[in-house]
């Protein structure tokens, strides 16, 4: 693995939002607005509800805050291979002698850099608009961030994958794929709900455990740590599994000439 290369990847893309204001917007634009609705949405309950009630609609915000973190781990990467070919920089990219896990490790980075701004902005937006601070339980929904985080980025390298096979006739898959899932995650509500046929379907996503594990913290019960390995250990699967088929299809698309196309449109 050769760091510097990595490096001047990661540079290449920050670099991208420095040249354009527009792109810095749209990081903070949509996960406030998301925040807006939700923390207003659950204010008016509250006044409409018994305090029992109340209490739990306060796991509103901790999935919307941690649900953005999945969306925009995957969006970042997805969205890092789109500006090469919005940039018509694709082919230049693949010309050089850039490996795929050190483009991919790069495409990562770069989301894990979006992920700490807007944590941190809605972190403190959420604190003075709704007193609520999800991160006041310190280090035990650091872990279920973390798998939120890998899981976010095999969504986005399957994602790349698929554009790679299918070119820009299928980039708004940047912004569909994690809503595939979304309904049979338990992001706003628990397992417990969903018919008993999903079930299965829901425990074999990592996701899952990460959003019940934090509506486990914030009713006030121990760190599951057995959600923690699960996710962990399914992460690593999907992880290997994603980065294999980007592998394929970046190989295969070579082979057809498909990615002079691509970066040609």
């Known amino acids: 693995m050769n760091l510097s290369v990595i490096y001047a990847l990661l540079i290449r893309y920050l670099v991208l939002y420095t040249r354009n204001w527009v792109r810095c917007v749209e990081i903070i634009f949509w996960p406030m607005m998301d925040l807006l609705v939700w923390g207003f949405l659950m204010i008016y309950i509250q006044q409409e509800t018994t305090n029992e009630f109340s209490y739990k609609i306060r796991f509103l915000l901790g999935a919307m805050i941690f649900w953005d973190i999945l969306f925009r781990s995957q969006q970042s990467v ?146 599951s740590w057995e959600y923690f390995m699960t996710a962990i250990g399914l992460n690593l699967v999907y992880l290997t599994l994603c980065g294999s088929f980007f592998a394929h299809m970046l190989s295969s698309a070579r082979r057809k000439g498909l990615l002079t196309r691509i970066g040609s449109q």
């Open 78 to 223: 997805a969205v890092s291979f789109l500006e090469d070919i919005w940039t018509r920089n694709l082919l230049n990219i693949f010309v050089a002698p850039i490996r795929v896990y050190e483009y991919i490790m790069a495409t990562c980075l770069v989301g894990l850099l979006r992920i700490l701004v807007i944590i941190i902005i809605l972190t403190i937006a959420s604190i003075g608009f709704y007193s609520f601070n999800l991160f006041e339980l310190k280090w035990t929904l650091l872990p279920f961030f973390v798998n939120l985080l890998i899981f976010g980025w095999s969504l986005g390298i399957f994602t790349t994958a698929l554009i790679i096979r299918w070119g820009q006739a299928a980039e708004a898959l940047a912004w569909a794929v994690p809503f595939f899932i979304q309904p049979v995650v338990a992001v706003f509500y628990p397992v417990s709900v969903l018919p008993e046929w999903i079930h299965p379907v829901s425990w074999s996503i990592p996701c899952t455990y990460a959003f019940e594990g934090m509506r486990e913290v914030l009713k006030g019960n121990p760190f």
